[in-house]
């Protein structure tokens, strides 16, 4: 108990010598989520995801549209073979081209699912490459400001909890740095790619889904 005690105490002296130290720090903000959807590479970067997606998805159309022109043949196959007009030995033949082409069906529609999880995987992959070059120039352009500023210390103001609530509870705003640093990370920048963003982008989130194939 007596060492319970001594442990407790030297914490808070601790904390209660670390006040001042906190005190004399000066803290910046940012927008993590503003700065990352108003940065132009951002933009064109999900503009390049976007457009591999469109093509995956046209490729997995064709793929589709491909197996029911042969689910089509199947059955024309499967009904001249069970045709009694015929002699038998056409029936068997035919017989034959049915088992051919069910197997041909199968080898196609097992092609278009590893097709379907590739893709996932592989615009996945490309998402997150392109996430983390984005943010690793943004963290940098804001050490940048921060040092210039004298900052010890730059949190983002709209960062939220696991809980799904604010990380900060209260900022005055005074100290935030997020139009400084959009205005050097966009300097610059070829003109069509400092439009306002339509919709905030789906790159910022690194558990997000952003291909639906099927």
Same mark, same amino acid.
């Given at each position: 108990?007596?060492?319970?005690?001594?442990?407790?105490?030297?914490?808070?002296?601790?904390?209660?010598?670390?006040? +001042?130290?906190?005190?004399?720090?000066?803290?910046?903000?940012?927008?993590?989520?503003?700065?990352?959807?108003?940065?132009?590479?951002?933009?064109?970067?999900?503009?390049?995801?976007?457009?591999?997606?469109?093509?995956?998805?046209?490729?997995?159309?064709?793929?589709?549209?491909?197996?029911?022109?042969?689910?089509?043949?199947?059955?024309?196959?499967?009904?001249?073979?069970?045709?009694?007009?015929?002699?038998?030995?056409?029936?068997?033949?035919?017989?034959?081209?049915?088992?051919?082409?069910?197997?041909?069906?199968?080898?196609?529609?097992?092609?278009?699912?590893?097709?379907?999880?590739?893709?996932?995987?592989?615009?996945?992959?490309?998402?997150?490459?392109?996430?983390?070059?984005?943010?690793?120039?943004?963290?940098?352009?804001?050490?940048?400001?921060?040092?210039?500023?004298?900052?010890?210390?730059?949190?983002?103001?709209?960062?939220?909890?696991?809980?799904?609530?604010?990380?900060?509870?209260?900022?005055?705003?005074?100290?935030?740095?997020?139009?400084?640093?959009?205005?050097?990370? =966009?300097?610059?920048? +070829?003109?069509?790619?400092?439009? +306002?963003?339509?919709? +905030?982008?789906?790159?910022?989130?690194? =558990?997000?889904?952003?291909?639906?194939?099927?």
């Amino acid at each position: 108990m007596k060492f319970l005690r001594i442990v407790i105490l030297t914490l808070s002296l601790l904390a209660f010598l670390s006040v +001042p130290a906190l005190a004399q720090t000066k803290i910046g903000t940012v927008d993590l989520r503003k700065l990352f959807d108003g940065y132009w590479k951002t933009k064109q970067a999900q503009a390049a995801l976007n457009d591999h997606k469109a093509q995956l998805d046209r490729d997995y159309k064709g793929m589709r549209d491909d197996l029911k022109k042969g689910s089509d043949e199947y059955q024309k196959l499967l009904e001249q073979a069970n045709d009694q007009a015929i002699a038998a030995d056409e029936r068997d033949r035919r017989k034959q081209a049915v088992a051919d082409k069910l197997k041909q069906l199968q080898d196609s529609k097992n092609a278009i699912d590893q097709f379907d999880r590739q893709a996932q995987v592989t615009l996945s992959e490309q998402g997150q490459r392109m996430r983390e070059n984005i943010l690793g120039e943004i963290k940098a352009a804001v050490a940048t400001q921060a040092r210039s500023a004298g900052f010890a210390l730059v949190i983002d103001a709209a960062a939220e909890t696991a809980n799904a609530t604010t990380a900060v509870v209260y900022s005055s705003g005074e100290n935030d740095l997020t139009a400084s640093v959009l205005k050097q990370l =966009n300097a610059g920048a +070829p003109i069509s790619t400092l439009s +306002p963003a339509t919709s +905030p982008s789906s790159l910022f989130n690194s =558990n997000s889904s952003p291909i639906n194939l099927r």
